[in-house]
């Protein structure tokens, strides 16, 4: 059941003390891509539970929105993290450990799809270059049809 991947091993030293910086900076939850969909979702009418584990499911994959009567989870994912077919460069420094890193979160990414299908989730992927009402309209229209069909609805480059 479910993809496999491969932990890449423990992270190289930065490439420069900018680089540093960025990552340390960089969040898991509450990104301005993830904010503007909240936001968009909740003036709509819409109330959803934040970066938290949709009942049933593995405590450790945690969807960024879950609508928990429609079983919809919700994710928001950056184009550098999780491989964007339109915007990803992978990086030059270290670039054998990157790869490995990046292709091991799609990889889980997939199984995480996969499993909550099992479990009779619906999976939405918003990638964070997405017009925000565009993504909101295709979350609202999951989120208020008749709980009759599970799946993983294919994301938008």
């Given amino acids: 059941m479910g993809a496999s991947w491969q932990e890449p091993g423990p992270a190289p030293p930065a490439s420069s ?10 969040g898991r939850r509450d990104t301005r891509p ?5 936001r968009e979702l909740h003036r709509r009418g819409l109330r959803y539970l934040v970066d938290t584990t949709p009942p049933g499911t593995n405590r450790r994959r945690r ?10 989870a919700v ?6 993290w999780h491989s964007c077919p339109v915007h990803h460069h992978p990086p030059r420094a270290n670039a054998q450990w990157w790869r490995v890193k ?4 799609v ?5 995480t799809d996969e499993r909550l299908a ?14 925000v009402v565009a993504a909101a309209d295709r979350v609202e229209a999951v989120v208020r049809r008749p709980r ?10």
């Fill in 17 to 26: 003390a900018a680089t540093a910086a960025l990552m340390r900076r960089t």
């Fill in 34 to 38: 993830e904010l503007a969909l909240r």
């Fill in 63 to 72: 969807a960024d929105l879950v609508f928990r009567g429609a079983r919809v």
């Fill in 75 to 80: 994710f928001v994912d950056g184009c550098f």
């Fill in 102 to 105: 990046l292709a091991s979160v």
């Fill in 107 to 111: 990889a889980r990414d997939r199984d």
């Fill in 118 to 131: 099992e479990a009779g989730w619906t999976v939405l992927r918003v990638w964070e270059h997405e017009d």
């Fill in 148 to 157: 009759s069909v599970t799946a993983v609805v294919p994301t938008v480059a």
